[in-house]
């Protein structure tokens, strides 16, 4: 646990860039800030669920590790139809 706790500090300050970017920004930047904060908040669970060993933790990893994607495919295809 005790590797756990740096490794979780720069996850999530490696995070709140990346939501600011999600949250303002031009829609290409948002984009790239939704590509960037998926993965990322996917890190920061399977290490929650590493470090305090609940394998629930893991499986909302899992599928919001696949909802991120999907979710950045159709805000591309969405920023597509708008150029």
Do not use: E, K, N, Q
Request: hydrophobic share 65%; aromatic share 8%; charged share 10%.
């Amino acid at each position: 646990m005790s590797i756990a706790v740096p490794a979780l500090v720069i996850l999530v300050a490696a995070v709140l860039p990346a939501l600011l970017t999600t949250l303002r920004g031009r829609p290409v930047d948002r984009l790239a800030g939704l590509i960037v904060t998926g993965p990322l908040v996917t890190l920061v669970l399977a290490l929650l669920a590493s470090a305090y060993g609940r394998t629930s933790y893991l499986d909302v990893a899992l599928i919001l590790a696949l909802l991120s994607f999907a979710g950045a495919l159709v805000f591309a295809r969405f920023f597509s139809r708008t150029l």
